[in-house]
């Protein structure tokens, strides 16, 4: 079956310093979508790819849906203590309601 | 007003016990889901409804069993509870347009079977 993995599992960085997540799925995706899920909490929606290539920004975030649309990243420049939580890519073939999460990757930026 | 509510928050209970979760939204959302997260945070997908109609049906224990009354309420039944069950149960609620399908989820339920 589907299956979508994100590297690294975990990453402690630098307040200031920057930060990339990576999601491989192993089938081709129709669109990819980032939740991020604080400490304790739930996930939450963050943006949503769903052409070739496709690059959005947010802020100091920025999201990338690779030509092949089998892999994404998710890059946060100049990290903040608000930015710490669980990152999640979630993926969806052929359209249907049917996400698949990823791994995640949990960041935690140290002050 | 919490768009996609469920309860209980927590429950503790013994092994052999059933139990439900219930889930209500009040976004209008057309489909509702059933997630599980174990500890290691990885969040795998159990069930979706689409206008009480079961869409989504996972590889999942027939120990749970899903009910829809409407499109607005999503509950998960759970029977003789064994140790593994021991999650956070999210439940989420979507509305699909085109490509667009934002999920939008609850709170979490946290289960712990002793």
Not at chain 1, 30 to 50: A, C, D, E, M, T
Not at chain 1, 57 to 84: C, M, P, Y
Request: proline letters at 3%; charged letters at 20%.
């Amino acid at each position: 079956g589907q299956q979508v993995m994100q590297i690294p599992q975990y990453q402690h960085v630098q307040e200031g310093e920057d930060f990339t997540t990576y999601c491989n799925s192993s089938t081709t995706l129709s669109n990819i979508q980032w939740y991020k899920q604080r400490p304790g909490g739930h996930p939450v929606f963050l943006i949503q790819l769903v052409k070739s290539g496709e690059v959005k920004k947010q802020k100091r975030l920025t999201f990338q849906f690779g030509e092949a649309k089998k892999n994404s990243s998710l890059h946060i420049t100049a990290t903040q203590t608000t930015d710490v939580g669980t990152y999640f890519c979630a993926g969806s073939a052929s359209g249907t309601y049917k996400y698949i999460f990823g791994t995640g990757t949990r960041l935690k930026v140290l002050a | 007003d919490t768009a996609v509510s469920q309860t209980p928050k927590y429950l503790v209970t013994q092994m052999g016990n059933d139990k439900s979760i219930k889930c209500e939204q009040n976004l209008g959302h057309d489909t509702m889901y059933w997630y599980k997260q174990d500890s290691k945070k990885f969040l795998k997908i159990m069930f979706s409804y689409n206008n009480k109609e079961l869409i989504i049906n996972e590889t999942v224990p027939n120990r749970f069993s899903p009910k829809s009354p409407d499109k607005a309420h999503l509950n998960l039944h759970i029977n003789s509870l064994e140790l593994g069950d021991s999650a956070v149960y999210f439940c989420a609620s979507s509305e699909r347009q085109g490509w667009r399908n934002i999920q939008y989820f609850g709170a979490g339920t946290r289960l712990s079977v002793l």
